[in-house]
């Protein structure tokens, strides 16, 4: 089974990002990643190039209201702070 994460653009000067993980029983592989996806079309292509006819569950991050001017919702600044030590976080 694939799963596969998508995150959606805030505006027009930055990519959607999507990444591919297939999952069997307890492991997982990370298959590929992309950064540049500029359409809704190619974010299309992109799934269906990598699933195929397999099964997949699809996430998708997009952000319909941030209520401040930084443009960074609570969630993702708990992140941050959560993995800073691991140096991860939430762009």
Known sequence: MFFIGIDLAWSEKNYSGAAVI???????RFICG???IQKNSDILDFV???IK???ALI?????LIVNNETGERKA???LKKMFA???IEAV
């Open 76 to 78: 993702e600044t708990q």
């Open 48 to 50: 269906l190039t990598q």
């Open 22 to 28: 297939e999952g069997q029983n307890d492991k997982a």
């Open 53 to 55: 006819d397999n099964p």
């Open 34 to 36: 992309a950064s540049d």
């Open 59 to 63: 996430a998708i991050d997009a952000s």
């Open 85 to 87: 030590a691991y140096h």
